[in-house]
């Protein structure tokens, strides 16, 4: 088992930066990747950025490419998200996931953390 435990969100102004954070526990040799996705009121849950754990190679989604970076501190068993240039659109729980293999879907999740940015 993998334990996952967001934070960071928090009410910004547009145009602000903010940086999640996410601190595995538990089995996290067993990590393959770490994602950060987002659920708004009313959407289905998007995957914004994906990070291989031991490798540390990244892709985006075309939402949040060149505003948002994923990366990880493997010491400290923690993804970060940063996110410049905030939108009123980025308003949403963002949750942090990991998979433990390629062919594998994303099986464990942390219980979310609230963005709110403000025009």
């Known amino acids: 088992q993998v334990q996952l435990v967001e934070s960071g969100g928090r009410l910004v102004q547009a145009g602000d930066s903010l940086r999640l954070s996410c601190v595995a526990s538990g089995r996290t040799f067993s990590v393959y990747a770490m994602g950060w996705f987002r659920q708004a009121p009313g959407k289905d849950r998007e995957l914004l950025a994906a990070?291989?754990?031991?490798?540390?190679?990244?892709d985006y989604a075309d939402s949040v490419k060149g505003r948002f970076t994923i990366s990880r501190d493997n010491a400290k068993n923690t993804m970060y998200l940063q996110m410049n240039s905030l939108k009123p659109e980025d308003t949403a729980v963002y949750y942090c996931a990991a998979k433990v293999a390629a062919n594998l879907g994303y099986n464990y999740w942390g219980q979310g953390t609230q963005v709110t940015v403000s025009s």
């Open positions: 990070i291989m754990w031991s490798r540390g190679s990244t």
